[in-house]
């Protein structure tokens, strides 16, 4: 039988989002990230963990093009890598001054002991210039072993670029169903204590992949 323990790192290493102690502020000479914030506090309801964390990091500014850059980047990456398969799109529109492309995708990952597929709605927002949306929303979850508790996930970046630097805001939300075995009030805090450096670490890896295109 799987550990409360090893459940939750397992999906925190992916997707998650919250913790109760917010950590420190990041800065190198490129970037720096501050604290981040709950936008919904932590719930366990009806056996369901919920939570939604954001946070803001100011990357430095590298290239004029950052933003039209980074569109092309993530596009090719859903063409070329074969962790996605495409369902549907690219489909192209536009609202207002924005291009946008939505992608109906499924995100795969493989591990030591379970099996994982996200079908998710991915869209693409960009006016080429000044700003990128990056939405996803997780439809339909496949998975097995430690990862069978992954109810839902959902993202939201946007990256802006100001004066001198770029300012990167990232949204998390998660739900996570309660293993039977678990009791809700050690399953809520440590849900929320073992995602608390996930987050942060998911945070700087977002920047990591951000820097050559910015």
């Not at 927002?125 to 997780?138: A, P, R, V």
Request: contains cysteine; negative net charge; aromatic residues 12%.
């Amino acid at each position: 039988m799987f550990s409360i323990f090893k459940i939750l790192s397992f999906i925190a290493v992916f997707f998650v989002p919250p913790f109760l102690a917010f950590a420190n502020p990041v800065e190198t000479d490129l970037w720096k990230c501050e604290k981040a914030e709950w936008s919904q506090e932590p719930e366990l309801t009806d056996g369901i963990f919920t939570a939604t964390i954001s946070g803001t990091c100011w990357v430095n500014i590298q290239k004029e093009a950052g933003i039209q850059w980074l569109f092309e980047r993530l596009q090719k990456e859903y063409q070329r890598s074969e962790k996605y398969e495409i369902h549907q799109g690219p489909v192209l529109s536009q609202d207002g001054s924005y291009v946008v492309v939505n992608y109906d995708l499924t995100d795969k990952v493989d591990e030591e002991d379970s099996d994982l597929a996200i079908r998710q709605d991915v869209q693409l927002k960009t006016d080429k210039t000044k700003e990128l949306i990056y939405l996803t929303n997780s439809k339909k979850i496949q998975a097995s072993g430690t990862a069978a508790y992954l109810r839902s996930v959902s993202f939201e970046t946007e990256v802006r670029a100001l004066s001198n630097a770029y300012r990167v805001s990232l949204h998390n939300r998660v739900e996570i169903e309660k293993p039977w075995f678990a009791m809700g009030f050690v399953f809520k805090p440590m849900s929320a204590s073992i995602t608390q450096e996930k987050f942060i670490k998911a945070q700087e890896k977002l920047i990591q992949y951000l820097l050559p295109s910015l």
